[in-house]
């Protein structure tokens, strides 16, 4: 169901945020807010606000933040039509009216859901029937105890090719509505429509509300092919959005914060059988949009499993790449590759649910799985070779839309690509260490003060001119920001998703309250005669004359790389330790490092030369009030 954004609006006017989170989080007033513990995680200080006059939440410890109805979604594991429809019972308002084509697709799917409910029954008793007799013995040897038979309607489709269409004809059902919900196979090319499913296990496939959208067939004999048979796509089943066990799956997995993904239903229902209630099952194997943002409703971090052969392990590359783009701070995946080649269900028949349980505790985030793909096999021994892996993880690590987690993975793709560089050209101890250390510590080394000044100049031009958030954005990620500053990129980079046009004064209207000090401190608030960005034009005064747009743009370039070589700076401190600790291919580094750090302070002098006759003139003609290139302390 669409609602309309004006009924929206409404639901939210009659339901203060508050009053929501209330009926799950004890909330105590502070000042304009209200505050109490992460309903996410388990804290001791709370994090968690609440603010009435925004109409919406955040909370500090996990990064989450939304209204009402995200909440809802959040903490219940529902869709947004059905946050929708509790929160509106919740504020007393009916749901507004369909238009009359709108009730018509609504009444045709009901039609259909009571087809497929039908034939779910005729499938069930089948099963129980004498003619079940095999099926029954197959579930016997795959551990499916009867209570599980019962409570996952598992049924079976005997082998007459109008079994089905026979008895649903009886019920009055239409062959039209047996083959609009692909319970029969018809074709221009097939005079008469006949079972899709014929001498099968039947397992029904269920909705998030519960309602029987499709089946699974598992083939009695083992000449049959394909082994497993699903329902085809139907107006109210769509393969791509559907994980098997969501309904039954959906309160354990809030209970336990976590929820476990397998590749099949029956290896579905034998973990489920075994205790661990939090488990699904998806629809293939690789992951579709619709099926991350599933499996996130159910668990902030899902651990999915796969088979450890060749098939598994490409099944779980490919979920890789669809779950980049996606990933968010508080969201993300693990991944378990099951050992000896064995399913869920054979391991924990052979072994016990303990035995799942262990592998399930070696899982495996994100990121390994990522490094493991890009680098297993990899020969990354001569230069340009390592330039192609980096190049590739970089830009796999630009999917990510996510500021945060995009500024995080990127500082990781840095770091362990250094050290496998690193131990990839590690050799014999060179002799002369002595004297390449003191060649070192005889170099020009950057001040601390001037590196955090220029940190802050880079941050409040970003804040005057945000349009160089989007232009300058790969190469400002690769920086390394003290701590504080760092966590201020990440909320620009954030806002910059969310709104529409950044300005300066959505900047400071958006930014949170707990950046208002670093905001401060990088471009200054306008308040005693003083204008708005005095700080940033205290440290670099032209910026104040309205400079034009491409000198300001040149400057940041010239800025991030001064930045840049400090970084170079402190990678030849730790080559340096490395180096004396007699280690052969750290000192060739170092040597590397140091003509590196030479030949961009040239290109820095070059430029800054450049840029300094430009400011002249921009001095005399552009503002000829006076100002100055000079970059403050």
Sequence with gaps: MRFPPSFIDEVKARLPVSEVVGRRVKLKRAGREFKGLSPFQQEKTPSFTVNDQKQFYHDFSTGKHGNIFDFVMETEGVSFPEAVERLASMAG????????????????????????????????????????????????????APSSIVEFRIGYAPAERFALKEYLGSKGVPVADMIEAGLLVAGDDIPVPYDRFRDRIIIPIHDQRGRVVGFGGRALKKDVQPKYLNSPETSIFHKGSIVFNFHRARQPAHEANSVVAV?????????????????????????????????????????????????????????????????RVGKTFRFVFMDEQKDPDDLIREKGVEAFRDVL??????????????TDGQDVRTPDKQAVLEQKLYTLVRMIQDPAVNTAFFRTARMQLANLFWQV??????????????????????????????????????VQYPGLLEDKRDTVLRLQFAEDLDRFLTQLLQLLLTEAKLSVSVIWDKLDGEFYETLQAVHGEAGDGKPRGHRLFERFPILSRDPPSDFVSECMDHFIKILHVHEIEDDIQRATLDAGQGDESAVARLLNLVRERHAEQESISAEGVALAERAEDIIRIWAPQGGTMHLAA
């Design 425 to 462: 050209n590690r050799g014999p101890a060179r002799k002369n260490k002595e004297a390449d250390s003191k060649f070192v510590r005889n170099e020009l080394k950057l001040g601390e003060a001037q590196r955090s000044g220029l940190q802050k100049v880079v941050l409040g031009m970003l």
């Design 263 to 327: 590749e099949g239903y029956m290896d579905a229902i034998a973990v489920y059988q075994a205790g661990i209630k939090a488990v699904v099952a998806t629809m293939g194997t690789a992951f579709t949009e619709d099926q991350i943002a599933t499996l996130w409703r159910l668990s902030p971090e899902p651990v999915v499993c796969f088979d450890s052969d060749r098939a598994g392990v490409a099944a779980a590359y490919r979920s890789v790449d669809r779950i980049l783009p996606l990933l």
């Design 93 to 144: 308002l009916p749901l507004p009216r369909n238009s009359r084509e709108d009730e018509q697709r609504e009444q045709r799917q009901k039609s259909l859901f009571e087809v497929m409910e039908l034939a779910a029954r005729y499938f069930e008793q089948n099963l129980a029937s004498r003619g079940g007799a095999q099926a029954r013995g197959y579930l016997s040897d795959r551990a499916i």
């Design 361 to 374: 505790s070696r899982s495996q985030p994100l990121w390994d799985v990522l490094w493991r793909r890009e």
